[in-house]
């Protein structure tokens, strides 16, 4: 039997996974590269489907300009490179409806309306 003093890094969360919590948590953009298309996201939702973690948000900024209608994205969060937490905060979208089917169960963390 062998001891090892290492941690064991496969049920650790990745970098970009603490970034994305971070972001939903605080309310905060994050700027990606998503399919080689730069971009600035609200992200609302952290949330995993058949084992893999997606991001559901608003593109509030892609490839430096402004979408012309707001509308909900999902990104599968290991397609989103060279992610950053921006001070930039953003409002939670109407869009958003925590109570689809396919949160249920499976969310890891979602934006809440503040309280009061």
């Not at 999902?74 to 930039?88: I, V």
Request: glycine fraction near 6%.
């Amino acid at each position: 039997m062998k001891l090892t003093t290492q941690a064991d890094t496969s049920s650790q969360p990745s970098t970009s996974t603490l970034l994305v919590l971070e972001a939903i948590v605080r309310l905060r953009c994050l700027s990606a590269e998503y399919n080689r298309t730069r971009m600035i996201l609200a992200p609302h939702i952290l949330y995993t489907r058949d084992d893999k973690l997606y991001v559901d948000g608003v593109v509030i900024v892609r490839e430096g300009m402004i979408p012309r209608e707001e509308k909900m994205g999902t990104f599968k969060l290991d397609g989103l490179k060279e992610l950053n937490l921006l001070e930039r905060a953003f409002a939670i979208s109407a869009l958003f409806d925590s109570t689809l089917d396919k949160y249920q169960g499976v969310t890891l963390m979602g934006v809440e309306p503040q309280a009061g």
